[in-house]
């Protein structure tokens, strides 16, 4: 009886932390969507909230931590019981730092907001966002319902994010080229696209820690890329 009295206790303490996760991921799904419509329709009130939202994100990563630190010190958890804990910290993580890409993309669109557009950045952009977002709330599905292969999907799907980035690079470049006018423009507008992608990476991630979840082991092979400027040096944008 004592037996199944801690397993219940930790299963509630389980049941707590995935709803702060799943709490967590809704919050960050909808600061990456906000975010991109504050660009198109140079909403400056709507970035702000953005970056606003972001304080609400952190406070749930640092409950998170303190829970699970919780569970562990009181519930000595083992084998699959200690993987979960471990999964929900790493993915709590990913989360954290993709709302924190989506507060810059925010505060960047209030920038461009004093700049002549660029001809079909801001759709081009949002069809990359919508494409992560829908990643992210598969990925969040995939843990709750320890569904592997549509982790595995959504693993395979980042090469279509890297392939929105690799266009939007080159179309970049072509209208600086074009016009030095814009360069100012479409170097803020290179930064968002290359914020999204990390999104996707960061997505992808989550997908991979759903996967050692379910069977125990990552995923053997190495994460498909089709990131043509990875190369390049890019620095690290998460303001």
Known sequence: MPEVHIQSAFDRDLEAIQAMIMKMGGIVETQLLDSVQALEERDDELAAHVRATDKQVDQ???QINLEAAR???MRAPIATDLRTVLTVLKISNNLERIGDYAKNLAKRSVVLGQMPQISGAAGSIRRM???VEQMLKDALDAYIHRDVELA??????DQDVDQMYNALFREFLTHMMEDPRNITA???LHFIAKNIERCGDHVTSIAEQVIYLATGEMPSDNRPKADATSAQPIM???G
């Open 186 to 188: 479409c170097m803020h």
């Open 71 to 73: 569970v562990i010190a």
């Open 236 to 238: 690290e944008d998460r």
């Open 129 to 131: 966002s919508k494409a």
């Open 152 to 157: 595995r999907d959504v693993r395979d799907r």
């Open 60 to 62: 749930l990563e640092e």
